[in-house]
DNA sequence: TTATATGCAAACAATTTGCACGTAA
DNA sequence: TTACGTGCAAATTGTTTGCATATAA
């Protein structure tokens, strides 16, 4: 996302957060900020490492709480991810996706570089409210296509082959835990 | 899924497994089975719940494992949910999704239940392989939709709302944690 | 000044690992 | 009989809560 656009939703940000009498805390603007120059669909931890560094004593628990808000005040989405972490989306307006099956990366498509038509279904007999949609595209990511040697498994090769980065959480200081179990 | 469906999926999954010399255990069946007679998208937790009755002294490490057992040699997939704990879709065939934000109910809809058309883009300049595609429909389901006054944001109102269900690991003998904290 | 947000620690929840034992082939 | 799968306990990772303190408005 460009310098441009990045003002446009941080103004938009704001203003939405004193329409609903939420503070504009520094935590906030720079978490929503950091979201807003990324297009890897970060897990709060994710965001938490990009931005401890402009937020001294930052807390997980803030971000959790800071990205839940946003998701709330309708400036970010949760994504659809197939991994086993809550994953968020700065990008509200329709888009699409592609998903690596194997390292579970997301990238986005701008609606407009996917031929398409899509009639929203009549799910009224479920009582179901469409408010939007995206196609997700499955597939392998550039890294994982090259380690996917034939004979072996998506699932069995992302356990040996490109991980998702884990969270550092409770390793830093132990307290308690045994560290270096797992090199 | 109806019985027939049914008998057929799980013939070829003995299959697969015969062919890449897996061993056809009860728990590997009967989880499989258990995934293909619900279409509600269960985390490994809900598997675990509805099998363990038929399955005494059922890990749940080995639904873990057996999932993603299912997932390497084909019979299974796993879902794009937007929480926070993996999903599991015994379908594999395309098809499409009705996802509420809410409460992150995950509904089938079959390809031949929406009418669109979708190009797949040219990801070439991304190195992307596409294999498949399934679209997302975002919404609220009837349940939340009810539960959604006006003035309450979506976010907010789950956490008071409808919840998903907890996992009931580590409750049910306390090995060192104090329970009952959470009424 | 004061309601709201944050930080912290601990509880809670979800997933993975190492290893001993059991079982399908 | 033997390689592979499972169960168990514990480690690890991910998320939420309660409460004291800090801070935006």
Known sequence: MNERQKQVRLARFEELCRA??????????????????RSDHPTPDGVYERVKGRLPGLSRTTVYRVLETL???GVATKACAPGAAIRFDPLTHRHHHLICMRCEKLTDLEDDEV?????WPDVRARAFQIHNYS????GLCAACRRKAEPG????????????????????????GAKRGKKQ
């Open 152 to 175: 072996k498994s998506i699932s069995s090769a992302a356990r040996g082959g490109a991980k998702k980065e884990k969270c550092t959480h409770r390793r830093e200081k132990s307290h």
């Open 20 to 37: 609903r009498g939420l503070s504009v805390t520094v935590q906030r603007r720079v978490i929503f900020e950091a979201l807003l120059g």
């Open 71 to 73: 998701v709330d005040i």
């Open 115 to 119: 031929v398409s038509r899509v009639e």
């Open 135 to 138: 196609i997700h595209f499955h």
